[in-house]
């Protein structure tokens, strides 16, 4: 019992020390800003794995503005593009921003981009993007934003995770020769491409970052060239799949809209790519193919989402 009345005399004591300027620390405190924390390891759908699809260097864009307005966070125009690089801390992948974010009890949207582009009047609903005539030099553009279901982010809760997804389709090329075929042939590279005059295929277009759609089509007379650094022989079972990106399309509608061209001991041999066919943002297509030292045929095609690999 005397215990108890003596709890009660501390915890009077304490509370009639409390006076305004105690009240006013606690609203200073209340009111401190967080630094926005960027996270960019994923939970896929296909793997029971968290997985990482940025490296040491890496640099993406950042697009805050406020959950409950739509406009840029704090009215602040340094948040239309804000630079974040990666770099390596004690083996995790942490993010450097250029403004670093700050965030106050308002909620806030966090889109993503990659690569990071500096622009003057930079506009989240229209992000140049480029198929380059060099297959290899393409660049995996990607879009995002928080992960769904994630709680509000703001200074009580300052850490983003964000979910990227590819904005290109992944176009992969098996190629064998037929079973019966004894000469030796080498695949020196292979060429994507519209047919003379057509349109189907777009090779510079602007992306939303907000939902990843690519529109504007220009450069409908270009090609993407892969060149191997060096020739590989087919087989009978095919080896490697060579791979290159393009701007998703779903305007093939007759066979040969869209042409691939393999070079084989330094001579073009043409597939046309059949009609109907439609190749979707976030998609990996796999083509097996056969060659008969005349022709091209395709043996199956088939598809699947284009998730990120380990790094």
Not at 104 to 118: G, I, K, R
Request: glycine share 6%; proline share 5%.
């Amino acid at each position: 019992m005397d215990n108890l009345f003596l709890y009660i005399i501390l915890v009077t004591s304490i509370l009639s020390c409390t006076n305004e300027n105690d009240i006013g620390i606690l609203e200073n405190f209340s009111l401190e800003e967080k630094p926005l924390i960027i996270e960019t390891m994923v939970l896929t759908t296909k793997s029971p794995n968290f997985i990482q699809e940025f490296k040491d260097g890496s640099v993406i864009g950042l697009h805050i503005i406020s959950e409950n307005t739509e406009s840029l966070y704090d009215s602040i125009t340094a948040y239309r593009n804000v630079r974040a690089e990666a770099f390596l801390n004690d083996d995790k992948l942490k993010w450097e921003q250029s403004p670093k974010v700050m965030l106050n009890s308002e909620p806030a949207t966090v889109y993503a981009y990659y690569p990071y582009q500096q622009q003057c009047n930079f506009n989240p609903e229209n992000i140049p993007v480029k198929i380059s005539a060099d297959a290899s030099l393409t660049t995996d553009y990607m879009y995002g934003m928080q992960t769904c279901g994630q709680k509000a982010i703001n200074k009580i809760s300052p850490i983003a995770l964000l979910s990227m997804n590819h904005a290109l389709a992944l176009l992969n090329f098996k190629l064998r020769v037929a079973p019966d075929i004894s000469t030796c042939y080498l695949l020196n590279a292979i060429q994507i491409g519209n047919k003379a005059g057509g349109t189907a295929l777009c090779f510079r277009e602007t992306m939303n970052i907000k939902t990843g759609e690519i529109s504007g089509c220009a450069g409908t007379n270009a090609s993407t060239r892969l060149e191997l650094n060096s020739p590989r022989m087919l087989q009978a079972i095919p080896g490697e799949a060579q791979q290159l990106m393009v701007i998703p399309t779903n305007r093939i509608f007759k066979d040969g809209d869209v042409e691939i061209l393999f070079v084989i001991n330094e001579k073009t041999f043409k597939f046309k790519i059949p009609a109907g066919t439609k190749w979707e943002k976030g998609y990996k297509y796999i083509y097996n193919l056969t060659f008969d030292g005349q022709n091209i045929s395709l043996d199956h095609v088939s598809f699947d989402e284009w998730i990120p690999v380990e790094s």
